[in-house]
Structures are given as structure tokens and as C-alpha cells.
């Protein structure tokens, strides 16, 4: 069973938010060349209050408000951890990562290779993904495709709480740029994490519920809703089986695909725009590794392919629930 | 000659008079929006403009409604002060078919063809390519129309800002950066994020720059108006810097305010320099209007944006399908 | 027959760069609101020489050279777009579209949409991908995947000097942002173009060689591969069909699927990086679309998930070749 | 006394030898650049920085090895003078493994931990972000580093430029923007490119600006040597605009140059303002050298290039399982 089924006896309940800023906080402790970036980051700790607490830790020598500058301060974090930082940025709204383009994929991600690995770029990029907060179009989308479609990067998706620690530890120590998306709608969803040191490493699949009909492959607050939906399938006697990526790169593709063959059906759900997307990728990956196992094409489910509308009605019609995912589980099952 | 001194002290009137009523919209809009918040009946957050009316209102009145605004997240004072009706601004707001946007664009997304406004925009600086462009297609096409760039002074921060303030420059575009500087980054003050001084920027580029009280409305639109003739003449960009001061928190959620900024200077700055207050005061004192007069304007404003916000609580959401319309022109 | 296998009687032969030409000209004195604007554009013509000529017909007042500034004039072509104009944009290497991605996608991309239909932003991006030029990861990318996730944009990849012309005149006509890519090596690519008016509409794909034992789908330089790897394939025996979608979004499903269907294996082939890009969602789609006549696995062949690099050994190792899809056409064949 | 002075003179003596032979090796390693691309045996293109050698000299050499510099496409010249050497240099515009980059990054990427050359760049502005980053990496890690950013004039149409000035001059970082106007952003005149005065634009956000004359390596050396020990004392950041011109065209295929820029501008430059040439004089005037001496120093360097050359013809290619090595850390 997987490391996290089983937390450690000093495990506490924490919030995604809290487990977050802890991961931050013991690194800062760890390294004292770990900084953080960003807008509003101080004092007000983000507007998601995800760092609240951090600048009275660490003071002004380690918190740094910037101004509204995302491609400046990213760029400036590029220079820093060349130099011997580990700067953590913070891109407030996931939205704002198209400021960021160059610094990442033009720089950061390049450098260690046209360097011939002289020069590496130890960071991570802090942002958020996730729509239905009522906050429109440019304050909704998950665009971490982007990155996932960039060599020289990895890109993170945690969907609880420990796995947010644990794998945020993991991107700050590890030595290339690491894009780590925060659902902002899962700050306050809770779960165990131990108190206690660990990480959970970059490229490593979770299987967070068993089952022998369909796999549910989901990242971040689909995660969620995969396990809803999971539960709704049962008493339909359908049983799903739900596994998480958790990273986007690496992709830890044999998880993924030997639980396909396993149940012979899957769906794939991200909260990116579905077209050129996540789903996209794994789907493709699950139809030729499950090739000969498949009963039934592989279904995607993302995000509707549409600017996130503000009002409400329309905002929940584009992305996938624990209903939609639900329906389409028992039509793929022919149920 | 006589009578030419009566027609301009008329029209001064009808203008000062007009922007009064203007303003007192706007806070009176505002009110409403926050109550909304507060009664839990608007989805989402929104940035109010309450403290800063003078600005919106003395800029838009020296333009025709013809010429281009850009907005931004803080945007409703501009749009009203561009003529936007409340009744569907607020349509808006609540997410309803009405709306100006058909309910897809909500409190920060406002925009108009009919009233020249290009649209609020939530990405901080996200506007200044838009508002330059709308200028440089003025210009192409003869139309005479001026654009104006509303933006918060955290928008320095957007290098995006000199990119077409250079370009504005080069192509001597009739746009107008109005700078409105509430001394806040959200929760950050300014002077934490902007080194130098901020008209250094614009007169680096050869921009005529004006900094100005942008709590006073008669200064605004005296400014904005002599900018507005030069830009319409082929003089070119400039920007007006206005000082002023938000007195809600940076959205409607954001009540406890003490970490980053004092209740005393809230107080200083809402009772000894409020726009709608002082202005009131010049209308009487030069006998434009009595308090009664004023009194009047502020009842028949509140009446007309209760009645408003009935409208659009009662309006209907789009229907579903609308979700996939409008993607595509 | 597609209607470019037959051209009309007054075709020349031109070249790729002469047909992109030749559409900007046309419609520069069609339409008095279309300009252009870029970097080195008007006397200089661009590096590539692509708009030689354009100045001395139209003068500054339509074709205007601007500092090197793209998210600056890109955006100032949006708003110049909702105001009256039709701007076609110049980005002289594809690379370079990182700096411009807020003003595409959460300006130019909603505008639209956020609006309820109000404004419309009827723009033209064009700019270049394409490696094997030497000139290492900074400026050999081939960005494309990025805006086709975008709902809202239109992404098209003209493969011949005929679809050049036409889908670039139907770029410009049309109301919506059009991101237009010219892959930087196929410039001299040399095609019968009819002298006539006419535009290729956006969303129709192109069988450009009809076959019955694979279909080689292929998007813009890909396309003269997967020919040539057809007349290899030819002498082993396999017959090939070649279909290039021509634009990715609006996507041509239909075409795609029912070639696969009547030859029962596919390779999807386009010069982005493989991971998560172009080759991904077409064969995601394939996959789905034609999933009961599938004899294989869709195989993917894009550009290696590495930055490019500048030795020309290992550059030439990134991208696939007539010889890399032939053998991978033969070993899903199974001959 | 004396014996002071005759250290310094002495020192002065030695860097000013050291500065002229770092011009001419530059100047040589550029000429057999130009050399192989037109025999065919270079791939791509490259950009020479002929003509402009005072600037990267004279800077660098107000440099200790351990500062930080970052380059751009026209970067043979900032990374010779920071200390690389030509033989591998030549190796990495050929492709070979025996270069900086293994190869991989070819003339425009040049880069050296060993010469705290954090790389040159192809996005024009690209490492605006990445020298201002160094700059506060060292101030955090008080290792008492500078960190020197170069550019040509035509970054300065980049916003992530002002993005970063700014916050340079907020943090107090040690940090020098060195902007070398060579008259020509590729083939466009900086005229038409740029409003207003270019210094007016750091100075905008209080950075400490200095326009000289790129052409003397005395003069960049000495405000070079300023301006880098008030970083170094924690005085903040500051910005050298040099002017300056290339000989050749933009990149080594950009032969007829007439369209954009007259013969006769070339030749002026060349004849009146040579660094070389102007800087070799100097030394004979003041009895440093002799007409001989620096004839030698020519024909060493010349040797040398050609050695170094023959070297990175010689040296093999990466093996193509390189490719995929260095992807990730
Ligand atoms: C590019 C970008 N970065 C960050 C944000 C988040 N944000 C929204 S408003 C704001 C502060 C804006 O301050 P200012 O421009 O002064 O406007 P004000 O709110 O004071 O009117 C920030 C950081 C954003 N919307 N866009
Ligand atoms: C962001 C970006 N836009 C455009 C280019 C293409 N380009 C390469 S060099 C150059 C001109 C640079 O001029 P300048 O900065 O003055 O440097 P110089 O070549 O004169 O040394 C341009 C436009 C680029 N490399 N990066
Ligand atoms: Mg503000
Ligand atoms: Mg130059």
C-alpha cells in the first residue's frame, strides 16, 4: 500500500494550506539558501494566507514582497538559484504564468542543457490552477500543460495535503526548475500528515483507491472528484480504480498503464482545458501502453473548451464533477 | 461677449453639476455592490472604487463618447463615468444574462462598444497594449478619437507598460496613461515596489507627464481636458499622474486592514479630502447648489441603484447552452 | 480531389515565402485596415526576406517597424484589432511568442467571450518554428501546442506555398485571433500557386497522398517528410496515405478519423515537442475516433523532449526524418 | 612615496597591456569567426562584436574572476574578456564536444562557471532577469560579488528591462547594466526604436546612469571600475550606456548593409574611432609600448587564434547520445 495510506503515528490533520506553508517553513529551517518571491507574500502572507506566519519566522532577509512584476522577480529568482539561492516564487493566480513564459521555458529551463550542464537552476514556481471560485477568465485557468510540454522542467499536481509536503520538499531540493500548481479551491480541504521529515518523490504514481473495473486517472482537485465519483460507481457495483500522477514530468507512466491493463477501461480527468491538454498526453500514453487490454476507447474529461465564464450556472458546466464523472464511468462500463 | 460668459458659466454648470451626480453614482453603486457582498448575494469578490470617484469621473468627462476607455479590476467607477447604466452593470455583477457581458465577464470584465469602453481587465497592466492599440487604430483611421489607459499605480510593475509607452511615443499616439495612485499594491504600499519617482517613467520616454490631486474632480477634468485636446491634435501620449485613496479594503473581503495601513490614515484622507464632500462645498459656496439640491441628488441616486439592483437580482441567468456561444466571433 | 491537387490554369510556381507574400499583399490592397507590425519588417523585410517589397507598395502608414517590444505590440495589436483594424503581427522566431502569451491568451483569446460577444479582436500572429537551422534552443522551438490549448485562438500550419496563401488570406479575413505558423525551413519549398483570389478554408483537412495501409498524419514541415517517407514505403510495398489537418484548431476530426478507419494504423507526426503537444491530443483523437479499427497503436513521432541543441549531430537526432518514419511505418505494418 | 607611485604606474602599465592585448584577441578571435562561416565551416550564424571591444574589455577588466556576467547573441567578446579561452570557445561555435556547452549551445550560448559567466543569451533582454537574480544571490550570500548585465540598445525594448531595474534599485543590488548602442537594433536604426533619452530611463527608477565613450577602453575601464566598487560597497545598482558600433552587419550573412546604413558611417567609425587603433596610439604616445612591440602582440594573437582554431576544427562532435544527457539536473 502506498506511503500515504499509512501515515506516520505523529501525523496531524492539516489543511492543504497549512501542509503547504509547512513544507516551506521546514526547508527554510533545512537551507538557508531557500528564499520566497512574490507578490504580497509577507506581511499579507498571499491573499490565500498561505504564507501567513513565514515572514515572522524568517523575517524580511528571506520573504521578499515584490512588486507586481512577475517576469522581473521570475527572472530575477532564474539569476539567484544560478548563483546559489533557492528562491521559491509565488505566481498568485495560475493565470499570470503567461508573464512568466520566457523566464521559464526560454531560461530556466534551458540553461543546464545549453550550458552542457555547466550552470544549473535550482527553483520552484509557486502557482495556483483551478476554476469555479466565481473569479472569470483570467483568474480561473489551469494552464499547466504549458509547462508539462517544456523539457528542462518538471511540473507538480498535489491533490492532498501530504502529498502537497511531501512533494513540495521534494521540488525545492531538487536541482532543476520545478512548477508546482496549488488548486486554489483545495486550501482547506483536509488530511493526515506526519510531523515528522519526508518527501514524496518527483515521478512516483499513487493508486488512491483500488479498484477492478475502470481506472480513474485524475490530477490535483480532480483527485477528489475521482474518489467521489468512485463512491457513487460502487453502489452501482461498479468498483473504480483511482490513480494520481502527482507529477505531470516525470510521468510515472507504468503505474498508470498496469492499472489499465488491470481493469481494461479508463477516463482521464485534469482541470486543464481538455483540448491539447494533460488528458491529452495520457490518454495517448494509456492507449498505446494498454493497447491490447482496452475494452473501450479511453474518455477525457477537462476543463470545457471555453474561457472560464464568471457566471455561476455557466462556470460549473465547464469542468467535470463527481456526476459527469460518474455517468461517463457507467456509460464506458456499458452500465 | 456677455453672452459668451453666460454660455461658459452655463456649460461650467451642467459639467460641474454632472460630475457631482456622477460621483455620487458611483460611491452610491459602490454601496450597493458591497451590500450585495455582504448579504451574500453576489458570486465572487469585487474591488471598489469608493474614494477615488473624482478620478474616473474628471478624466471621462473630458472625453467623447465616442473615444476609448480601458479599465481595470477596479473598474466599475470608470465604466459608469463612461455612461455605463447600472441596471445591467449590475446584471453583470450577479451573473445574469442582462448583463453587459451576458453574465460571462462579471465585476471585472465590464466592456461596451456603445460607450467606447474597451473593457475592465483583471491582469494588472493587462490593458495598456489594448488602450495604445485603440489609439494607434484611431489614428490610422482618422477618426479623432483619444484613448485613455486607466490603471492602478501597481501597474509600474508591468513591463508590458513601457513596452507601449515607448511605442505610444514613437508613433505619437493620442493615448493617456491615467496613473491613479491609492498608495496600495493590495496589501503592500506602494513606496515597498516603486523606486524613483513615478513621472520619472512616462518623461523618460519624452511623455508629458502631470502629477495632480486626484481628489479634487475640477482639477482632473482640467487636466485630463488639456491632455485630451493636445492628444486629439496629433501632440501625442501623455500621463496624469493622480493621487488618491481607496477607503474600502482591496476587495470587499478584505475588512481587517490594520496590518497594512492605519484606521487614522483611512480617517485623515475620508474626512479631510473626500472628492464627493469638498465638491459638495464649491457647489454651494459658489452658489451652484444649496444642500437641499444636493440632499435631492444623492435620494433620487440611491433611489435609481436600489432600483437597479432589484432589476438584476430579479433578471435570469443565461441559459446553460450559453456556455459554449461566444467563443468564436 | 482536394482542390490543390488541381490548380487553376493561371498557377506560377512559388515559394513559400513568396506565397505568404503575395496573401499579405493581396489583402494589404483589398482592405485598407490591414498592417503590419514587427521588428526589422519594413525595409529590412524581415530577417527571413519574407515581406520584401510590402514597404515600398504600401508605405509606413501600413507596414510599421517596431523596437523589440512583443508583448508591446502584439498588444498594442489587439486593441488596435478591437478598434477597426485587421493588424497581422510579426514574430520573427516562434521562440519568441513566450514573451506575448499574456496578451494572446488572456487578452486577444477572451475578448470575445468575456464580453458576451461585444468586442471582437480579428488579428493575425505570424511567426516561425521549425529546427535543424543551427541556431539552438533559443531560436529553433516550435511552440504551436501552447495556443492550440487556448479556447478562443485559432492555430494554423500551412505545409505548402498553395495552403500558405489561401490559409493565410482566410487568417485575416477571419473575426477571431489566428496564431499563423511558417516553419523557418520550408520558406524555399517551392508549389503551384494560382494567380486568382482564393482563400483555404480554417478547419479542413488535406489528404495529401492518398494510401491504404497507414495514414501518416502531418502538420506543417512534417508534411514533405511524411511524403518522402510515403515513396519509401511505396518501394516496400506499403501504401501511404498523407493527411495534414492544416489548421489545429478548428481541428478537422472527421478527415483525420475516417482515413484511420479505412487504413487502420496512423502515425501522427509534428515537429513540437512529442510530450504533451500536437502529437498527443491527434492521437488521443485517433485513438478514440477510430478505436475499433485500429490493427495498432497510434505511434507519435515529434520533436525529442530536449532543448535543441546547437550541434548539428545532435540537432539532426531531434526531429524525425523520412528514413526515423519510414522504419516506424514499416515496424507498425509489421514488415 | 615614490615607490608607491611607480606600483601604480606600474599596475596602470600592466592593465593597460592587458586590456589592449584582450582587443586585439577579440578582435582576432571575430575575424577568423567571420573566417570560418565563410568557408563553410561554421554551422549558423553568429554575430561579431568587431568594433565594440573596448566595451567588454574595459568593463571585465574592473572585474575579479568570481563576478558575475551575462552576455548576449553578439557575446564572443564579454566572454573572452571575462577570461574564456578561445580554443574551447571555437569548439562550441563548431558544435564540438570539447566546447563550453559539450556543443549544445553553440554561439550564442556561451557559458562558464569557471569565469562567473552565468551565459550569453539569444532573447534580446533574456538575461536582464538572470545577472539582476546573481546580483542578489551574492547579497544574500554576502560573498561580495558584482554581477555586470550586457546588452545592446534594443533590449531596451523589452519591459522584463524596467521590471528588473526596478526591483534592483528597491533591493539595493550590486548590480551594472551595461548597454552598448551600436547605433542598430539588427537592421533598424535605435532612432526609430527608441523615445526620449536613453539614460532618462534608468535613471527614472534612481539608478545611478553614466553615458561615455565606448570607443576608449580608458574611459569605460575607469567609470566601469566606479561604478563596480559602489556596487561592491552595497551602494546599489548602476547603468553604463556605451556607445559604440559594430563593423560588420548584424550576424555574419548580412552583407549589403546599404539599405540600412551608409558606407561612409562604416568608415567613419573605423577610421576616426578604432578602439584599437586609437588605444594603440596611446600607448606609444605615453611610451608603454613601441610600434614594434605592438606589432608582436598582433602576430602572437594571431598565431594563437589560428592554433586554437585548428584545435576546435580537429576536435570531435559530441557523441549523438549526448543529446538527451543534460536535460535535467
Ligand atoms: C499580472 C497580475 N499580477 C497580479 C495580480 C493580482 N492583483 C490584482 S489587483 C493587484 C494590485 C493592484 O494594485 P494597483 O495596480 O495599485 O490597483 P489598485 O488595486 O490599487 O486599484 C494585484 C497584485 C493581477 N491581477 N495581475
Ligand atoms: C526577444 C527577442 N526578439 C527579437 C530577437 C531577434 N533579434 C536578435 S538580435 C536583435 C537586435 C538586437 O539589437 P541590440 O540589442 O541593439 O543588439 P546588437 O545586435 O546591436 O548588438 C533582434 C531583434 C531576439 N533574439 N529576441
Ligand atoms: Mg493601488
Ligand atoms: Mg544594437
Redesign the pocket.
Known sequence: MPENHLPAQNARELTFAQAIREALAEEMRRDSTVCILG??VAEAGTPFKVLSGLLEEFGRDRVFDTP?S?AGFTGLAVGAAMAGMRPVVDI??GD?VT?TMDQMVNQAAKIYYMSGGAWKVPMVMRTTMGATRRSAAQ?SQSLHAWFCHIPGLKVVLPSTPYDAKGLLKAAIRDENPVVFFEDKMMYKLKGLVPADDYTVPLGVADVKREGDDITLIATSSMVQVALGAAVLLEEVGISAEVVDPRTMWPLDEKTLIESVKKTSRAIVLDEGYERYGVTAELAAVIATGAFYDLDAPVKRMGAMHVPIPFSPPLEDATVPTEQTVFEAARALCGR | MTTTVRQETSDKVDLWLRMYRQMVAIRQFETEVNELYTRALMPGLA?LYIGEEAVAVGVCSALERTDYITS???GHGHCLAKGASPDRMFAELLGKEAGYCKGKGGSMHIADPATGNLGAN?????SAGIATGAAFAAQRLGNGRVSVCF?????LG?GVLYEVMNLAQLFKLPVIYVC?N?L???YTH?SETTAGEIVARPAAFDIESVTIDGQNVRVVNEFAQILVDRARRGAGPAFLLCNTY?YHG?HVGDINREYYRSKQEEQIWKSERDPIVNFGKVLIEQKIADQEALDGIQKEIEAQMKQAVAFAISAPYPDVDEVEEDVYA
Open positions: 507578490e504580497d507586481i512577475e498568485m493566480f499570470f508573464l483568474h | 474591488h481595470t479590476h477596479r483583471a491582469i494588472v497592466g493587462g490603471f492602478g499605480e501597481g501597474a508591468q491613479e491609492n496600495y499594491n493590495e506602494y481607496r482591496h
